[in-house]
Every structure is written in structure tokens, then in C-alpha cells.
């Protein structure tokens, strides 16, 4: 456990490194929340949605967490692919390297989800504090799966940072809170977290449904970014 | 054009065409996301205030139109600046080593970087005008490729100056806070405020509304802004990209 804990840690002060990244990571969740939100409302009814202004201050969190994670996870395995393999190939072995970087981008990922919490909770007050909170956990959940997927598949940091923000256009873009439903709206990946955070923004339980549903395809994003690290440690030969 | 220079345009160009995913990228992305915002935008009326002062009613359909190729154009660009610059880093340092001159080995990146920007701004004004018709293309054109040559000279810099993550954090933060609100009509009383002229993308962005409602309105102005912009960005990061790969350690 200490070694591991050693691991993860070494790999959340590699991000420290630069504190350029961690000013980011903590200024752009209060950028999306404050300024952006505050256009939220008039943009999604533009677009056929139906955001009240407090459910558009909530889903905007939940997208800067989604978007910074998303990236993050990306840029982490794809740089670090060579390392994690002589880490692996020296003794830690694929799964604790996976392992390791899992931890590290969840930790990453909950101090963006917490900015963006405090900063919706400061600007708007939150109506149901635990259900806003945990919906943001789980986009940044979700996009640290998809931002490991992408940085599996695809090498070149240009063409994976281009698909990581075609993804996420498509998710908000189809998402509940920019349609009025049908087509792509039921099959983005965020869309029960998003139903979630826009009824926590405007005061209302949500049905067991949707909790569900966003558990699992956070546990899948999760799943999906422990075998994508994985792949990435393991050494071609073995 | 010098032969090493047309070698270097060549060999840039052919590490391009290795990577044909970052080719269907610079046409997809923009398409998608100018084609899916503007085909999902009601048609609410909304009264904006064009350069020159003049009111217009229009439809936040068309608005989207109007706009969202700036929004798409400035961050395809300013990713292809941060990359091109890594790119840099990277590979012409030998060159330079092996005896090339800097200005040679950047002129083909820079030569690459403004033919991405191009394709981005071709295929944006080409999805735009499935759905919508400026007044004057002309200006609009004009417009589209200034946000282009802006917001790619500062993917540059960002690229030369910070990790590829804070990099790519930074354009996203900028082209949504510049393009995206601040200079954007689609919000507030339909009208920049005056504060919006700071951001680089100010100028453009008014000669793309301007171009796309107006028949006639005062561009001289914006053009020299946006023209400024443009020069003193591009000269900085050709200066950038000469010290980088110009350093021999």
C-alpha cells in the first residue's frame, strides 16, 4: 500500500511539476461556473433546451470537469507511455502502473470537480449539495475514460487533443441540456450525469434511474481507463 | 524559395500526409460542430448592433451562423499552432544542427501551419454557407481567415512557452472567453461592450457580423485591428520559432 501510494503520489507531483497545468486546473472550473454561466441559459434556450439560469450554472461545472479531465487523462498516457513501460518492465508490473495513473488523474480529477463544486456552491448556492457534487465526480469520471481511450488508440497529441474536443461537442452538444430530446441526446455519454446536476441545480430529487445509470457508465469510464493504462505499461513482448 | 526550403516545405508536407487521421480531423471537426450548432439553433428573434452602430433584427439561427465558424476556425487553428511549435521543438533543432538556417526550417512550419489554416477556414465557410449567406462574403472570407492567422500565431507562442496541456487548457480558456462571450452578440444587448476591443479576436469577429448582415458598414477600422493583431502575432512567433530552433543546446 505505501508503495503504491508512493507511485500515485510521484505521479500527481509529475502534473505539480508544472504549476502552469495546476493554475489552470483550478482557474478554469471558476471560469466555466462564473462567467460562462451566466450565458448558459439564453445559449441552451437558443438551442431548443430548456435551462433555467441556476440548472445552467450547475451543468457547467459538470463540463469543466468533464473537458479538463478528459484532456488531462489524455495527455497523461499519451506522454507517459514510455516511461510506464520501463516503470512496469523495472518491476511495478502493468496493473500497478495502471493502477498508479488511475489514482493520480482520479485525485486530479477531484480537486477540478471540488473547484467547480465550491465555485458553483459560492456563485448560485446549490440546492442538493451531495447529488450536485457526486454528478460532478462522475463527468470528470467519465471524461478521465474516454481521455484514456483516445490516448490508447491514437498517438499523435494533435489528432487525440482534436478528437477529445470533437467528443465533447458532440456530448454537449446532444446532451439534454442543449436539445429537446431524441436522436443522439439518449446515447451521450454524460446524459444521466447531466440530468442529475440540472436537477440538483433546480432543487429536485432525481429518480433511481438515472443515479444508476451514471454509476455505471462512470465505473465503466473508470474500468475502461484502467485497461487503457494497462495496455499503454505493458511492454510489447509480454 | 531556397531548395533546402522547398525540401524542408516537402518533408513537413509529407509528415503530414503519414498522419492522414489529423487531415479528416481539421475538416471533421469544424464541420461538426459549425453544421450541428447552427442546424440546432431555434430561430428566436434577437436585435443585435452591427459595426458602425447600426441596429438589425435577426434570429439567433442565423447568428450561429454568423459566428460559430470564427469559434471553430480559432481553436482547430490554435490547437494545429501548439503542435506545429512542439513539432518544431522537436525536429528542427537537428536541422539546424545538420546545417540548415532557422529561418529555412520554420518557413516550412509556418508554411504548414497557414495551409492547415486555410483548409479549416475552406471547410468552415463552405458548411457555413450550406446553412446560411452572408450579406458580403467577401468581408466574412476576410474575417474567417484573420481569426485563423490570429488565434494560429497564438497557439504558437502558447506552445513555445508552456507544457501541451497548459497549452491546450489556455486556447480553449481564450477562444471561448474572446469568441465565444466576450465579443460574441449572441449574449447580452446584442452589442460588444467597449472592454471587448482588448481581445484579439474582437476585430474579426465584428467583420464576420458585419460581413454577414450588413450591406455596407466601416471596416476600415476593424481591418487595421485585426490586421495588427495579425502581424505583430505572426512576427512574434516567427522570432519565437527562430530562437527555438535556432538554440543549439
Same mark, same amino acid.
Given at each position: 500500500?505505501?508503495?503504491?501510494?508512493?507511485?500515485?503520489?510521484?505521479?500527481?507531483?509529475?502534473?505539480?511539476?508544472?504549476?502552469?497545468?495546476?493554475?489552470?486546473?483550478?482557474?478554469?472550473?471558476?471560469?466555466?461556473?462564473?462567467?460562462?454561466?451566466?450565458?448558459?441559459?439564453?445559449?441552451?434556450?437558443?438551442?431548443?433546451?430548456?435551462?433555467?439560469?441556476?440548472?445552467?450554472?450547475?451543468?457547467?461545472?459538470? %463540463?469543466?470537469?468533464?473537458?479538463?479531465?478528459?484532456?488531462?487523462?489524455?495527455?497523461?498516457?499519451?506522454?507517459?507511455?514510455?516511461?510506464?513501460?520501463?516503470?512496469?518492465?523495472?518491476?511495478?508490473?502493468?496493473?500497478?502502473?495502471?493502477?498508479?495513473?488511475?489514482?493520480?488523474?482520479?485525485?486530479?480529477?477531484?480537486?477540478?470537480?471540488?473547484?467547480?463544486?465550491?465555485?458553483? %456552491?459560492?456563485?448560485?448556492?446549490?440546492?442538493?449539495?451531495?447529488?450536485?457534487?457526486?454528478?460532478?465526480?462522475?463527468?470528470?469520471?467519465?471524461?478521465?475514460?474516454?481521455?484514456?481511450?483516445?490516448?490508447?488508440?491514437?498517438?499523435?497529441?494533435?489528432?487525440?487533443?482534436?478528437?477529445?474536443?470533437?467528443?465533447?461537442?458532440?456530448?454537449?452538444?446532444?446532451?439534454?441540456?442543449?436539445?429537446?430530446?431524441?436522436?443522439?441526446?439518449?446515447?451521450?455519454?454524460?446524459?444521466?450525469?447531466?440530468?442529475?446536476?440540472?436537477?440538483?441545480?433546480?432543487?429536485?430529487?432525481?429518480?433511481?434511474?438515472?443515479?444508476?445509470?451514471?454509476?455505471?457508465?462512470?465505473?465503466?469510464?473508470?474500468?475502461?481507463?484502467?485497461?487503457?493504462? %494497462?495496455?499503454?505499461?505493458?511492454?510489447?513482448?509480454? | 524559395?531556397?531548395?533546402?526550403?522547398?525540401?524542408?516545405?516537402?518533408?513537413?508536407?509529407?509528415?503530414?500526409?503519414?498522419?492522414?487521421?489529423?487531415?479528416?480531423?481539421?475538416?471533421?471537426?469544424?464541420?461538426?460542430?459549425?453544421?450541428?450548432?447552427?442546424?440546432?439553433?431555434?430561430?428566436?428573434?434577437?436585435?443585435?448592433?452591427?459595426?458602425?452602430?447600426?441596429?438589425?433584427?435577426?434570429?439567433?439561427?442565423?447568428?450561429?451562423?454568423?459566428?460559430?465558424?470564427?469559434?471553430?476556425?480559432?481553436?482547430?487553428?490554435?490547437?494545429?499552432?501548439?503542435?506545429?511549435?512542439?513539432?518544431?521543438?522537436?525536429?528542427?533543432?537537428?536541422?539546424?544542427?545538420?546545417?540548415?538556417?532557422?529561418?529555412?526550417?520554420?518557413?516550412?512550419?509556418?508554411?504548414?501551419?497557414?495551409?492547415?489554416?486555410?483548409?479549416?477556414?475552406?471547410?468552415?465557410?463552405?458548411?457555413?454557407?450550406?446553412?446560411?449567406?452572408?450579406?458580403?462574403?467577401?468581408?466574412?472570407?476576410?474575417?474567417?481567415?484573420?481569426?485563423?492567422?490570429?488565434?494560429?500565431?497564438?497557439?504558437?507562442?502558447?506552445?513555445?512557452?508552456?507544457?501541451?496541456?497548459?497549452?491546450?487548457?489556455?486556447?480553449?480558456?481564450?477562444?471561448?472567453?474572446?469568441?465565444?462571450?466576450?465579443?460574441?452578440?449572441?449574449?447580452?444587448?446584442?452589442?460588444?461592450?467597449?472592454?471587448?476591443?482588448?481581445?484579439?479576436?474582437?476585430?474579426?469577429?465584428?467583420?464576420?457580423?458585419?460581413?454577414?448582415?450588413?450591406?455596407?458598414?466601416?471596416?476600415?477600422?476593424?481591418?487595421?485591428?485585426?490586421?495588427?493583431?495579425?502581424?505583430?502575432?505572426?512576427?512574434?512567433?516567427?522570432?519565437?520559432?527562430?530562437?527555438?530552433?535556432?538554440?543549439?543546446?
Amino acid at each position: 500500500m505505501t508503495a503504491f501510494a508512493e507511485v500515485a503520489g510521484s505521479f500527481v507531483r509529475e502534473q505539480a511539476r508544472t504549476p502552469l497545468n495546476l493554475v489552470l486546473l483550478v482557474f478554469i472550473p471558476i471560469f466555466f461556473v462564473v462567467i460562462f454561466a451566466s450565458v448558459l441559459g439564453e445559449f441552451a434556450e437558443a438551442l431548443g433546451g430548456d435551462l433555467a439560469e441556476q440548472a445552467a450554472t450547475s451543468i457547467s461545472a459538470g %463540463w469543466a470537469a468533464a473537458f479538463l479531465c478528459g484532456t488531462l487523462a489524455f495527455f497523461q498516457l499519451n506522454s507517459a507511455r514510455d516511461a510506464d513501460r520501463r516503470l512496469a518492465s523495472a518491476g511495478l508490473g502493468p496493473w500497478r502502473v495502471a493502477t498508479g495513473r488511475i489514482a493520480a488523474a482520479l485525485v486530479l480529477g477531484a480537486l477540478v470537480s471540488a473547484v467547480a463544486y465550491l465555485t458553483l %456552491w459560492l456563485r448560485s448556492g446549490v440546492e442538493h449539495p451531495p447529488h450536485a457534487a457526486l454528478a460532478i465526480l462522475i463527468f470528470a469520471a467519465i471524461y478521465i475514460g474516454l481521455g484514456a481511450l483516445i490516448g490508447v488508440l491514437v498517438r499523435g497529441q494533435l489528432e487525440g487533443s482534436l478528437i477529445v474536443v470533437l467528443v465533447f461537442a458532440l456530448d454537449v452538444f446532444s446532451g439534454p441540456a442543449m436539445t429537446s430530446g431524441g436522436g443522439l441526446t439518449s446515447f451521450t455519454p454524460t446524459r444521466d450525469a447531466a440530468e442529475l446536476l440540472i436537477a440538483a441545480g433546480g432543487g429536485r430529487d432525481s429518480p433511481a434511474s438515472d443515479w444508476i445509470g451514471a454509476a455505471a457508465v462512470a465505473a465503466g469510464g473508470i474500468a475502461i481507463a484502467m485497461v487503457a493504462f %494497462w495496455l499503454s505499461a505493458r511492454s510489447r513482448g509480454s | 524559395m531556397s531548395g533546402r526550403t522547398a525540401a524542408a516545405t516537402a518533408m513537413a508536407f509529407r509528415d503530414q500526409l503519414r498522419r492522414p487521421l489529423v487531415l479528416i480531423l481539421l475538416i471533421a471537426v469544424p464541420a461538426y460542430v459549425i453544421s450541428r450548432s447552427i442546424a440546432t439553433t431555434e430561430g428566436i428573434p434577437r436585435e443585435i448592433g452591427l459595426p458602425g452602430g447600426e441596429q438589425v433584427l435577426t434570429t439567433m439561427k442565423d447568428l450561429h451562423g454568423a459566428v460559430m465558424g470564427g469559434t471553430a476556425v480559432a481553436f482547430v487553428a490554435a490547437l494545429v499552432g501548439v503542435f506545429v511549435m512542439q513539432s518544431a521543438l522537436r525536429g528542427d533543432r537537428r536541422l539546424v544542427v545538420a546545417g540548415f538556417e532557422p529561418g529555412e526550417a520554420i518557413t516550412a512550419r509556418l508554411i504548414v501551419l497557414a495551409a492547415s489554416t486555410a483548409l479549416v477556414v475552406a471547410v468552415s465557410a463552405l458548411v457555413t454557407a450550406l446553412y446560411f449567406t452572408p450579406s458580403g462574403w467577401g468581408v466574412f472570407l476576410v474575417g474567417l481567415l484573420l481569426v485563423g492567422l490570429i488565434y494560429g500565431s497564438l497557439g504558437t507562442l502558447a506552445g513555445a512557452a508552456m507544457s501541451n496541456l497548459a497549452a491546450t487548457y489556455l486556447m480553449l480558456f481564450l477562444v471561448m472567453t474572446d469568441l465565444g462571450i466576450v465579443s460574441n452578440p449572441m449574449f447580452g444587448d446584442g452589442t460588444p461592450e467597449g472592454w471587448a476591443a482588448l481581445f484579439p479576436g474582437y476585430g474579426p469577429n465584428r467583420l464576420m457580423v458585419g460581413g454577414a448582415f450588413a450591406e455596407s458598414f466601416p471596416v476600415a477600422g476593424l481591418l487595421a485591428l485585426s490586421a495588427a493583431w495579425a502581424v505583430g502575432l505572426t512576427a512574434a512567433a516567427v522570432a519565437v520559432l527562430r530562437r527555438v530552433v535556432g538554440r543549439r543546446s
